[in-house]
């Protein structure tokens, strides 16, 4: 069972599947109608109006509507477009437990806790018939898939088929006695009256009642599932029908049961928490799917597509019951596929598609194929429910093809997960306890290969493997037995070599990532729906599919959309713009595609700029997506050459300073807020002509003056004047005289808005004593006094401009662009004169596409992928073993030849070939430092321990890895004389097969725990320079414990951040001791280490030690108001009575003056970690790094150097983390 998606929600009741979209409803038991798109895995609507649990749900198959019936006896009818109910039907007297539409006529069909089963016209809105004659709760009736029928199944223990041809022929069938009579004569009634639907076959055979009955889609079969927890199989003809067989094997109510649209299958589900899977010939339950705690109510069949879904008490689950993608593997232009039980070929260049051999039958479909081309010899996988019966098989395919009548060759059968041809003439194989042997075309071992944990491995070249972890690809050299490279992804599904296998594909479930031969990552891309299969265009471009859309990666990161798919297909090829792909009924198929828009971004991405300007001439490049990569990648010019759209041209010009562009885009727009960023625009240039031309267009007169003003124009200053005059702009008016110096004018201004005593002060500091007389006459200085200039005062005249600034502001010459050049070019040969071009001298130095040199010279744009190393030789690398040169003296050991006369009797002796000791295998089987120490292999343990907590220094675990070395066997003495025998004690003895073994656990989480009491005690006493060595030899112990629970490995973090804090607590104290106090810094320096050393998480008995160190000292130093807090914090731990008598005593006293006299570096109330190399404070927000083993802080200046606490890890370095745990009996 295949799981595509699971929701929670409440109980599941009714499921019905959209025929076309990826939709399913599912009602709920507390009322609710949820609509999913499985695809996606989003909830796309829900429909709240039942008052009570929803049993039965229906999609109609061709309009927008859906049925639904509930506990309030309503059935509802709703259009899911409008996210309405239509109208409701009433008339069932009980609960409704299904609803059903049928798929010609305008009916519902409904069964009812009321004994009836009823149809509606959904049309009409009204009960055409009515079905009586059950005797107990009615739990489903069914409309027959062709024929006019009913299937009824009820808790009185029946099930009862129903005819109801007379209600067809009465309310739809044409033609006599039918609906055209009905029509003209509705008064008459039959006279013979033929009833509207009768009991055909009443089944009886259950001993409980019946929960659910159900059709075969072509067969005259019908099978019900009851609650005496059997599923019976019934055969029916026109006369009678009868009993064919039982399945037995639920152990509960059977809730429902349904037949696989397509095969020979019956699936049921009950309220055992399970669902089966029957086989219809045999009877015999062929899978059970088993859930913890939720019973199953319900299942239901997509109508085309291999999809069941299932409700339970917590939600549904849609799956699959077998995989859909076609076995396939691509050999130049040919194509060999699985389909049915033959092995195919495609020839992609004539599309010719022929049977090569018929294969040998198995029970599951076949997994994973891997084709040799030398050999012609093809490996094909099955993988069974349980992964140990996985097999493979070898076929050589026969030279001589007959498609009409293809051989069956004799396959050669082994057990293993997965094979694939490592060389022209061996092949690996990961057998079922995940390790690697190699064998030869006789399917013979020739050797075996100890290769780091893997469950999967995959094709990486001649004598190369990719071996895939849960979450990391491994790149292994089969010859020398080494890893290369290793990625970090999650569980890698599909690897896909380009061609010239210079770069791979990695698919996940829900990721892309991209990675050179040496698996170094180029970009990943991540899906929100699962990700299906790929293959790489001759360009270097990846093209994948989704479950909904054909895609494409740039090994850049650049990714996008290429096609909407309806269905998913599995790419096998892919030429220019045809997509050769196999759909889920393997039918080989070929797609058109577009690849103009992924062309166009991997020609920029090289830089052949040519191929570029080619498409935007030529190509139908359009959509803001285009333009927004261009402005992305920073290049706004390129998109200004071939976008119309006057607005969006607007915008890119302004963003590469093209102001002649942006010029003309706002000419045609004429909008004022254009007008207005390009004034902005052109002002940072200094173009101050088009920043007039801007003002003036927008009337915006105050900073057009100001513009005259600084270009020292004037004259049409002067002309601004007169037209603030004219406009009545008072403001404005008076403003322009200040800028000309015109004092005449100001006078006039003042003194016509009446502002007089400011037009006389004007005219008698500025020497018009003239006009200040006229305006002294004409005013009653009685009752106005006028002001008289201050003494002193002087004249407000700008200085006059010494030359008026006509030309632009002058900028930086560059070079013209590539696509500037060829856009001339391409203008001057349609006819515009050259006149028209703008001269580059004038170009700005923030535009430019290239500057200066682009590098044009080299016209493939330094094409990354290369064409790989010639590795289709001969596989030198395993012809070596074999050639041996064989001393004579050995030759008496070949097998004598037949006309010899007689073998001879004297044979030798061949000595056993030593064993795989066990510690190997405890290698294989953890990733736990501790036990790859225990194996002896020390290298690997170090890098384990480099890699999950960041240790570089591995002097001080020496002694560590002695001692725990030292318990990894045990030794028995035999017979006098002979050596000892060792034995190694393993963890899992009781069922540990020969190649899973574990060691013995040792240390345990217990021991580290009674050792901190120790560190504890000492600490307590003051011995301060042993608590710190205990304190590290636990912390360096803790990645070397094994503990087989979460909760335990919690504890063991838990004790990791104690030992570290009083590493940092202790070693600050240390120092704090050593520090002189001479000096009044060298005091306040000691206060803050003290006061530091109180936010250590420590234990309350020394939490109030170092609370009474910090109080006494601040209380020396005079920091009152800090030795307080320290008293409150110190009273709340609940010291000794003499202590806290003593500290309130204290605390009395700061009370009295809480101040500080000195300023320290401590700040209580903000957060902050102590680093733990210099003794600062790091507040909270302030940049910081840790230390990946004993968690401590440091200051960003320490990056890179040992931790000073645990003494061993590189402060700084990213690592996976600690692990600890594992499985241990």
Not at 78 to 93: A, D, E, V
Not at 484 to 500: E, F, H, M, N, T
Not at 529 to 547: A, E, I, L, N, Q
Not at 1110 to 1118: E, P
């Amino acid at each position: 069972m295949l799981t595509k998606f699971e929701t929670k929600s409440p109980r599941v009741k009714g499921l019905s599947f959209h025929p076309a979209r990826p939709w399913i409803l599912a009602s709920l038991h507390n009322g609710v109608i949820q609509l999913w798109d499985y695809r996606m895995c989003t909830l796309l609507d829900k429909f709240d109006e039942h008052d009570g649990p929803v049993r039965g749900v229906d999609f109609h198959k061709q309009q927008p509507l859906f049925v639904s019936g509930g506990d309030d006896y309503k059935i509802k009818v709703w259009n899911y477009k409008q996210r309405r109910c239509i109208f409701t039907l009433l008339g069932h007297l009980d609960y409704i437990r299904t609803t059903v539409f049928h798929h010609e006529y305008p009916w519902i069909l409904s069964a009812s806790d009321d004994q009836t089963v009823r149809i509606w016209n959904w049309q009409s809105r009204n009960c055409i018939s009515v079905l009586t004659g059950h005797n107990h709760y009615v739990m489903c009736a069914q409309f027959h898939p062709t024929e006019d029928m009913v299937v009824s199944a009820s808790l009185d223990q029946t099930v009862r088929v129903w005819d109801i041809s007379g209600l067809r022929k009465k309310s739809v069938a044409p033609g006599p006695g039918g609906l055209d009579d009905h029509m003209k004569n509705p008064g008459t009634t039959d006279l013979f009256g033929q009833a509207d639907a009768v009991v055909k076959h009443v089944l009886e055979g259950h001993d409980r009642g019946v929960n659910w009955a159900n059709f075969h889609p072509t067969m005259p079969l019908i099978v019900s599932g009851a609650d005496d927890r059997q599923i019976k199989l019934w055969r029916m003809n026109d006369n009678k029908a009868w009993e064919v067989d039982t399945c037995r094997g639920h152990y509960n109510n059977v809730s429902c049961a349904i037949f696989h649209p397509r095969q020979e299958l019956i699936l049921s589900n009950s309220e055992d928490k399970s669902i089966r899977v029957w086989d219809m010939s045999k009877r015999t339950c062929l899978h059970t799917f088993r859930r913890e705690h939720d019973r199953f109510w319900v299942i239901a069949g997509h109508p085309t597509l291999n999809l069941f879904a299932a409700g339970h008490d917590a939600g549904m689950v849609i799956f699959k019951l077998e995989r859909e993608r076609p076995a396939h593997a691509l050999a130049g232009n040919l194509l060999y596929y699985v389909k049915e039980k033959y092995l195919r070929k495609l020839d992609l260049t004539t599309s010719r598609d022929t049977a090569v051999m018929q294969l040998r039958a198995g029970r599951s479909p076949v997994y994973s194929m891997s084709y040799n081309q030398a050999e012609n010899a093809v490996l094909l996988c099955t993988r069974a429910a349980n992964a140990e019966n996985s097999t493979y098989d070898l076929y050589a395919m026969p030279k001589e093809e007959n498609s009409s009548n293809p051989d069956a060759p004799e396959g050669k059968r082994s057990s293993g997960l997965t094979a694939i041809w490592v060389a022209r003439n061996r092949f690996a194989v990961l057998d079922k306890s995940h390790s690697l042997v190699i064998k030869n075309l006789k399917n013979e071992v020739t050797k075996k290969v100890t290769i780091p944990n893997c469950d999967e491995i995959f094709y990486a070249g001649t004598g190369m493997l990719l071996l895939r972890d849960t979450d990391a690809v491994t790149l292994f050299d089969v010859q020398q037995k080494r890893s290369l490279g290793q990625v970090k992804i999650p569980k890698c599904r599909y690897v896909v070599w380009s061609a010239d296998m210079a770069t791979v594909a990695l698919l996940s479930k829900h990721v892309v990532t991209i990675a050179t031969r040496k698996l170094e990552v180029l970009c990943s891309v991540h899906e929100n729906t699962r990700v299906k299969s790929g293959t790489w265009d001759d360009s270097g471009v990846f093209v994948y599919t989704t479950s909904n859309h054909i895609k494409y990666a740039i090994t850049n990161g650049d990714h996008g959309i290429i096609r909407t798919l309806d269905l998913p297909v599995y790419l096998t090829r892919i030429k220019g713009a045809q997509v050769f792909c196999l759909d889920r009924e393997c039918k080989p198929r070929v797609l058109t595609i577009d690849p103009t828009e992924y062309r166009f971004k991997l020609a920029l991405v090289n830089r052949k700029y040519e191929e570029v300007l080619h498409m935007v001439r030529n190509a139908k490049l359009v959509g803001q997506s285009i333009i927004a990569y261009l402005q992305q990648k920073g290049y706004p010019e390129v998109a200004l050459h071939f976008v119309k759209d006057e607005k969006t041209r607007f915008g890119l010009a302004l963003e590469c300073s093209n102001i002649e562009a942006a010029l003309d885009a706002a000419k045609s727009l004429d909008d004022k807020d254009c007008w207005e960023k390009l004034g902005e625009a052109a002002l940072l240039q200094g173009n101050h002509q088009v920043v007039e031309m801007c003002y003036q267009r927008t009337k915006n007169f105050d900073k057009l003056s100001f513009l005259y003003l600084i270009t020292g124009n004037l004259d049409k200053l002067k002309k601004m004047m007169k037209i603030a005059e004219i406009r009545k702009d008072t403001s404005g008016h008076f403003q322009n005289a200040l800028y000309l110096g015109d004092v005449e004018e100001r006078v006039k201004v003042l003194a016509g808005c009446g502002q007089t005593s400011l037009a006389y002060l004007t005219a008698a500091t500025h020497g018009l004593h003239d006009e200040a007389e006229k305006i002294k006459e004409g005013v009653d200085t009685e009752k106005t006094p006028l002001p008289s200039p201050a003494p002193g005062a002087r004249l407000l005249q700008p200085p006059p401009p010494i030359a008026q600034s006509e030309q632009n502001w002058p900028l930086l010459t560059v070079s013209r662009g590539f696509f500037d050049s060829a856009m001339i070019a391409g203008k001057k040969s349609e006819g515009v004169s050259a006149g028209l071009v703008a001269e580059d001298d004038g170009e700005e130095a923030a535009g430019g596409w290239g500057d200066d040199d682009l590098g044009l010279d080299d016209e493939d744009g330094g094409d990354e992928f290369k064409d790989a190393e010639d590795d289709d030789g001969e596989g030198d690398g395993w012809a070596a073993e074999d050639d041996i040169e064989l001393p004579p003296d050995l030759d008496l050991v070949s097998s004598p030849k037949v006309d010899e006369g007689p073998a001879t009797d004297d044979g030798y002796f061949v000595a056993p070939v030593r064993g795989v000791p066990p510690t190997q295998h405890w290698c294989n089987n953890s990733s736990l430092p501790v036990d790859h120490v225990l194996a002896g292999n020390v290298e690997s343990a170090c890098r384990l321990l480099h890699d999950q907590v960041g240790v570089v220094d591995f002097s001080p675990y020496k002694q560590h890895f002695l001692s725990t070395f030292s318990r990894s066997r045990t030794t028995f003495s035999c017979l006098a004389s002979t050596p000892s025998l060792p034995h190694h004690p393993q963890s899992n003895w009781k069922d540990a097969a020969a190649k899973t073994g574990m060691p013995a656990v040792g240390m345990k989480l217990s021991d580290l725990v009674s050792r901190l009491q120790s560190a504890y005690q000492l600490t307590t006493s003051g011995k301060f320079t042993e608590a710190l060595t205990n304190f590290r030899s636990i912390l360096l112990s803790i990645p070397l414990l094994v503990v087989e629970t979460k909760a335990e490995e919690q504890e063991a973090q838990q004790l990791l951040a104690i030992c570290s804090s009083y590493l940092v607590g202790l070693a600050m104290e240390g120092k704090r001791k050593e520090l002189p106090k001479g000096t009044v810094a060298e005091q306040v320096r000691v206060c803050e280490m003290a006061a530091y050393f109180t936010h250590c998480n420590l234990q309350p008995v020394h939490q109030i030690l170092t609370l009474r160190t910090a109080l006494n000292l601040f209380f020396k130093l005079k920091n009152f108001k800090t030795a307080g807090s320290f008293a409150r914090r110190l009273l709340e731990l609940g010291p000794k009575p003499e202590v806290a008598q003593q500290t309130r005593k204290i605390l009395q006293a700061c009370d009295k003056n809480p101040t500080d006299e000195h300023k320290m570096n401590y700040d209580e109330h903000n957060p902050f970690d102590i680093c733990a190399a210099s003794f600062v404070p790091i507040y909270k927000g302030a940049e910081c790094e840790s230390a990946p083993l004993s968690g401590a802080k440091y200051c960003p200046q320490f990056k890179g150097e040992v931790c000073r606490v645990d003494g061993v890890s590189q402060i700084g370095k990213g690592v996976a983390g600690l692990k600890i745990r594992r499985k241990i009996k």
